[in-house]
């Protein structure tokens, strides 16, 4: 394992941290501990949860580990989480604090991250006067939080001014190898503030691994496209902790691998990666679900978004979307739908909530042509069916 300096804050963090929000969960709570405690052995030294991961288990089953883990307690970190909107006062933010401690059965939290912001507004909503922000000076004043900090899916140029105020101590960013050609200018800037940067969604959000083939154009001779996604991250020297949401301990091992031998990628081979890259692969939807909640139809974005990535990351013909949205009715993404994507209203809801700015509207409409498509492959086939 390699270790890196967190920002300015004098802490040795591993360069890849365990991201608490893929445990399985049909395994029990201490099963899913065990996972903790081997990543621990294996070196690594930094943590991620928030409330409402995994079904709401990831911060207990932390704890779990943590427990067993009191000893040691200075020699890993952890971080969790609090949205603006759900704890909009500063009493509500302590009181989230306190939750959290008592979940992670620890005394105190060393990163706490004002949650998912992707608008300047709901920045601007933790910062006001008794908000949450107020709230986690508090609870940092008594000794419960060590370093607040901010994640944020906001463009560059937005998420600048709010680290010019010197109001955070690190920042945690979507950045991946695909996305890097966009997102970059923040993470140069977050470091050049002197914070610590933690890369989420190393790997696309499981779009690289499943298209492997397609993405081999990222991989050096002796490693998949996987692998080099992580190595991306690991050997930035401008990101402190890569997070991997694990789930197994092959996962695990294979992080390490990564980390023990990571070579950083020379700028002339970034720069060829940046041209191989399909246009449109940076707005790849990375099944985050943010834009689920508030779908007055009851869409099944996501579900359609991530067929969608298929389009943007090979060369995909009208006919062969159609043939991919069949097979996603039958048994994939689209089984058991409550709507169809022609019966988007154009709210915006979703739009407003997505973690990566993609014009989803646009792209549902696409997605009703090709769906058209598809329902007709599947009534041919029935009548098909039904002559034989
Ligand atoms: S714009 Fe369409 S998909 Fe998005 S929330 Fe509204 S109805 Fe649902
Ligand atoms: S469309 Fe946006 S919010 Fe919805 S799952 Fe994809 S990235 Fe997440």
Request: glycine share 8%; charged share 25%; aromatic share 10%.
């Amino acid at each position: 394992m390699i270790y890196k300096q967190y920002g300015n804050t004098g802490l040795n963090v591993s360069a890849v941290g365990f991201g608490g929000m893929r445990f399985d969960t049909t395994k029990s709570n201490e099963e899913n501990a065990e996972l903790v405690l081997y990543a621990y052995d294996k070196g690594i030294n930094f943590f991620d949860t928030a409330p409402g991961y995994c079904a709401d288990k990831s911060e207990d089953i932390f704890g779990i580990a943590f427990r067993q883990l009191s000893a040691e307690r200075k020699k890993f970190f952890v971080s969790t989480k609090g949205t603006p909107s759900e704890f909009d006062t500063s009493q509500k933010s302590q009181d989230a604090v306190d939750k959290s401690l008592e979940r992670l059965g620890i005394d105190y939290i060393d990163f706490y991250y004002v949650w998912c912001i992707r608008t300047v507004g709901q920045y601007e909503l933790a910062m006001v006067d008794g908000g949450q922000y107020e709230g986690l000076l508090a609870a940092k004043s008594q000794g419960k939080i060590r370093h607040i900090t901010i994640s944020s899916h906001l463009r560059g140029d937005q998420l600048g001014d709010i680290l010019a105020k010197d109001e955070f101590d690190g920042v945690l960013l979507g950045i991946n190898i695909l996305n890097f050609g966009y997102r970059w200018s923040a993470v140069e800037l977050a470091r050049k503030k002197g914070l610590g940067v933690v890369a989420m969604n190393p790997l696309s959000g499981g779009v690289i691994p499943q298209n492997e083939k397609k993405l081999s154009y990222l991989a050096a001779a002796d490693e998949t496209p996987t692998q080099a996604a992580l190595r991306f991250c690991i050997s930035s020297p401008e990101i402190a902790v890569t997070l991997n949401g694990f789930t197994t301990k092959e996962h695990i091992d294979m992080a390490c691998m990564v980390a023990d031998s990571a070579i950083e990628f020379s700028p002339e081979r970034l720069d060829a990666i940046r041209k191989s890259i399909p246009e449109g692969a940076s707005g790849i939807c990375t099944s985050c679900g943010y834009c689920l909640k508030d779908c007055p139809k009851k869409i099944p974005i996501s579900g359609y978004l991530q067929i969608y990535n298929e389009s943007l990351i090979a060369d995909r013909s009208e006919s062969e979307m159609a043939k991919l949205i069949k097979d996603n009715h039958s048994w994939g993404l689209l089984a058991d739908k409550w709507a169809d994507a022609k019966d988007c209203i154009r709210c915006h809801r979703c739009e407003e909530n997505c973690t990566q700015h993609i014009n989803i509207m646009d792209r549902l409409e696409v997605m009703d042509r090709w769906e058209e498509k598809a329902y007709e492959l599947e009534a041919k086939e029935l009548s098909q069916k039904s002559d034989t």
